[in-house]
């Protein structure tokens, strides 16, 4: 894996302030802490076409990367287009010029939707007999096995069973936020191990060459699929703090023993998985598109049905995942009361 140390790798220097431009549209906010719904009146198409376009997709991104993930149903936005609002999106809110759309390993080259197109379909040549049957396995942030992971992901499902199969989302910020500060300051100062290798499992499982080429930014190519990157990152767009570990992808915490990566990594999963109340859940329509910020949530597949369901997603690559001491949690960033507890000052000796 090549070394990383370029200044035009960074995301924005300073955190964006939105013009204010999507005011005017109607929304609501899903949870306190995640998620936001436009209503199906407001068309993507619209916002790529409007002479004030740029203004909207940067602010777009923006409220992506404050609110974790936008809903937006009865869209009727073709491939090319999610193509162009994944680009657009990164591109205006200060990702660097080397960072592209990204190409999945699994990706076939002759694929008819092009190479940065990732289709995502059940399959049935690949089992892993010996894998854990909880559904919390599922929970994780888009590619963070390659040096330069994802900023924003855009997925729409043309293909959908008539029930089942919604994505869940997790707020990182909030992980984050529950941390004691002792404990944060830690982490703060550790970085993870992360491995795609599951990928070579399944290309050899279904028969297909793994891309080894660039996929998408110079540093990601090769067939190792592995990075490291720091537990605790700063988004550049929000200058908020949080959470970059997960249970896909997330192999082990550097510079500790196994034992405490390995209690560390189920603690920040646990809090992932087990709070309901940093989640937002979205049952898919026709014509719905999703689109988040991965790099301060996570999401998750509810694999409960048998019929057919297919994905299209498109990925914008972002910076490399920084710590930036100048980052502030969620929850400071807005005046907000801290949830992390009581922490055990006063206790009585």
Known sequence: MPAIADDSLAGSPQPLQSTNSLDGFKKVLLTPTIGVEFDPSVKLTDLLKDENSDNLIRDLGILIAERGVAFFREQDLNIEQQRELGTRLGRLTGNPLSSGLHIHPLTESTSELGSEVRVIEKKGQYVDTDDSNLATKEWHSDI?????????????????PPTGGDT??????????????????????????????????????????????????????????EAVHPVIRVNPVTGWKSVYVNASFTKRILGVTKDESDRILNYLIELVDRNHDLQVRFRWQPNSVAIWDNRSNFHAATRDYTEERVGERIISLGEKPSFNPKGRSRREALGLKPSYGWTGEGQRT
């Open 144 to 160: 963070t096995f390659e040096p330069i992971p994802a900023d924003y992901s855009v997925l729409r499902l043309p293909v959908q």
């Open 168 to 225: 869940l989302w997790a707020s990182g910020y909030e992980v984050y936020d529950r941390l004691s500060p002792s404990f944060a300051a830690y982490l703060e100062t550790l970085s993870a191990y992360h491995s795609g290798g599951v990928f070579r499992t399944i290309a050899d499982a279904w028969g297909t060459k793994l891309r080894d080429d660039i996929r998408g930014h110079p540093f990601n190519h090769g067939p190792e699929l």
